[in-house]
């Protein structure tokens, strides 16, 4: 009997889920560059082509909601109101990520689990560079979409990396502000205030384009 595709994707997503799950907790544990793919095969109990055909690099399992954030950012931009202009509809999801403690803007323990391991591995530091340049591309072509522009388009491309840089600046600040105070209101005020005062310098940048 063959297995119904609603069902086939429900297995694929927990075994993803599975395997991202175990690799993260080893991670933690012993350090992302000490953790071999036979290792995270072995804790999920699946085998290591399974892994690879999840993840085609170990980094895509500790940063696995890469692709579900780029989709909320495009999201954001797609499906905004007509009344409210791009830089603005981004600076209002900055606030309700943090309002609803996504996990891209949450300040807790396990975030600096998180951080740290980052901060640990050279592998992971040059991948989060990676992402966000990666990520800033995503905007830029969103952005362009929005004002009808080439995806190429200048000021597209100087709103999104001066977007990116504001969104990095608050994170990494807002995470120290939590290793400081171990309060997680705090440092989402430290990321939201950052957010706001670069979304300030980007309105002033691109007055007189569509994205203001």
């Keep these: 009997m063959s297995i119904p595709s609603d069902l086939r994707s429900r297995k694929r997503l927990a075994t993803r889920q599975g395997i991202s799950n175990a690799a993260t907790r080893l991670f933690f544990e012993r350090g992302f560059d000490q953790v071999t793919v036979d290792e995270i095969a072995a804790a999920a109990d699946v085998g290591r082509m399974t892994v690879f055909n999840h993840f085609p690099r170990k980094e895509d399992m500790f940063f696995d909601r890469d692709e579900e954030g780029r989709e909320l950012l495009r999201e954001a931009l797609q499906q905004r109101d007509p009344g409210i202009a791009p830089i603005e509809t981004l600076r209002l999801l900055a606030h309700r990520l943090a309002e609803e ?12 689990s998180f951080i740290a391991t980052i901060d640990s591995s050279e592998t992971l530091k040059a991948r989060a560079r990676a992402i966000r340049d990666e990520i800033a591309q995503v905007v830029a072509v969103a952005l362009s979409e929005c004002a009808g522009r080439q995806p190429d388009d200048a000021d597209a491309q100087l709103a999104a990396s001066l977007l990116l840089a504001t969104w990095s600046v608050a994170l990494l600040q807002a995470h120290q502000a939590y290793r400081r105070s171990q309060d997680p209101a705090a440092a989402k005020a430290v990321f ?21």
Excluded: E, H
């Design 101 to 112: 403690q996504s996990p891209y803007v949450c300040f807790t323990a396990g975030s600096q």
């Design 192 to 212: 939201l205030a950052i957010v706001d005062k670069g979304t300030i310098g980007l309105n002033v940048a691109l007055a007189d384009t569509p994205y203001v």
